[in-house]
């Protein structure tokens, strides 16, 4: 029973991520950058403490009493994501939803399975897994080659890519920000980065190992404390927040575009509104990513599974937002091919995983 609401709360968590850039679609007026960083306000600094507030007991009590260098690794792992997080929104921006979180989250999936392996081969540690571990054992194998799948979607998305933009000649669609080479390149530096998520969730593992002690002692035979990740998020946002206000005050600047959070003659409450909703949602997706891996209790199964619903979810949505329209129909089927080959990768990285 346990596993069966880890696989719901993951795919609410990839529901909510898959669907979060929806409400940026209904601003109007106002510069990427400007909605961009308004609904980033709400992701990344006012939504996750006070989720760890309602769910953690004196959560600030544990932030305060973790080592600096702990804190240090999260915010920075939090800084570097940031970077893929704010090239994600530029991603879609330029690729579509389906296109550029089929690339993004594909490349993320591979990095973020082999980079920490990667890491471990040269500085051991016990209980994580290295390279060779991947390459010598049958369960590694299978990870390898969900990964290798994985590359081959990826490639697949891309060609589907080039083919919309032969088919687009120039054509004004609902998507009409979209440039095939601008988003690829955005894309690629998403895919890596993004992955430094789950490295800062591991690196701030003992603040929430604290929180689940914690609990546990007052909640004696329940299991595993369901929001025991809350704690992390907030060290790891804050990262995500500097590097993203930084750069959009620097477009602001750029472009001239500090009128927008005052300008009388764009809907400004609505604009505030689904910005807050586009960002909160976004922060949901990682709420219930807590909720289900405490639940798999294997985070790199956890994080393989969170990945294919995003995928399921984004690309049913840029279907629904027409965002293949006009295209033919042998762009569509390469697309849906390319879809279909990263969602079978990370089911069968996820099935390696489950034989370890």
């Not at 890519?161 to 669609?173: A, E, P, S, T, Y």
Request: hydrophobic content about 45%.
């Amino acid at each position: 029973m346990g596993a069966i609401f880890g696989v719901l709360f993951h795919f609410i968590g990839g529901f909510a991520s898959g669907s979060f850039y929806i409400p940026y679609k209904k601003v109007r007026g106002w510069s990427w950058e400007s909605y961009w960083i308004t609904g980033g306000i709400f992701s990344w600094l006012i939504v996750p403490p006070i989720a760890a507030y309602l769910t953690i007991p004196d959560f600030a009590s544990i932030i305060s009493s973790t080592t600096g260098t702990v804190l240090f690794w999260t915010y920075l792992m939090g800084l570097l994501w940031g970077i893929g997080g704010l090239t994600y929104g530029l991603g879609v921006r330029y690729l579509g939803v389906s296109l550029g979180s089929s690339i993004i989250l594909g490349l993320c999936s591979v990095f973020g399975s082999l980079i920490p392996s990667i890491y471990y081969n040269f500085n051991p540690t016990a209980g994580k897994d290295t390279i060779h571990d991947l390459m010598t054992t049958s369960w590694g194998q299978m990870v390898l080659l969900g990964l290798a799948i994985c590359v081959l979607g990826i490639v697949i998305c891309g060609k589907a890519g080039g083919m919309k933009d032969k088919d687009l000649n120039g054509k004004v669609q609902e998507n009409e920000e979209f440039n095939l080479s601008k988003g690829l390149i955005v894309s690629i530096i998403s895919g890596i980065l993004s992955a430094c998520f789950s490295f800062g969730i591991e690196a701030g593992s003992s603040m929430a190992m604290t929180a689940n002690t914690n609990w546990m002692n007052q909640n004696a035979g329940q299991g595993e404390f369901l929001f025991r990740n809350n704690v992390i998020y907030v060290v790891i946002l804050w990262g995500g927040l500097t590097t993203n206000f930084l750069w959009c005050m620097y477009l602001n600047f750029k472009n001239k575009s500090f009128g927008d959070y005052s300008n009388e003659k764009t809907p400004l409450l609505k604009n505030y509104i689904f910005s807050a909703l586009a960002g909160t949602t976004w922060f949901l997706q990682f709420f219930f990513y807590g909720m289900g891996e405490s639940r798999l209790g294997n985070g790199a199964s956890s994080w393989i599974l969170h990945m294919a619903f995003i995928i399921l979810v984004a690309n049913s949505w840029g279907l629904v937002l027409n965002e293949w329209k006009g295209v033919s129909k042998k762009t569509l089927t390469t697309i849906v091919a390319g879809i279909l080959t990263i969602i079978v990768s990370v089911l069968v990285v996820g099935y390696g995983n489950s034989l370890k």
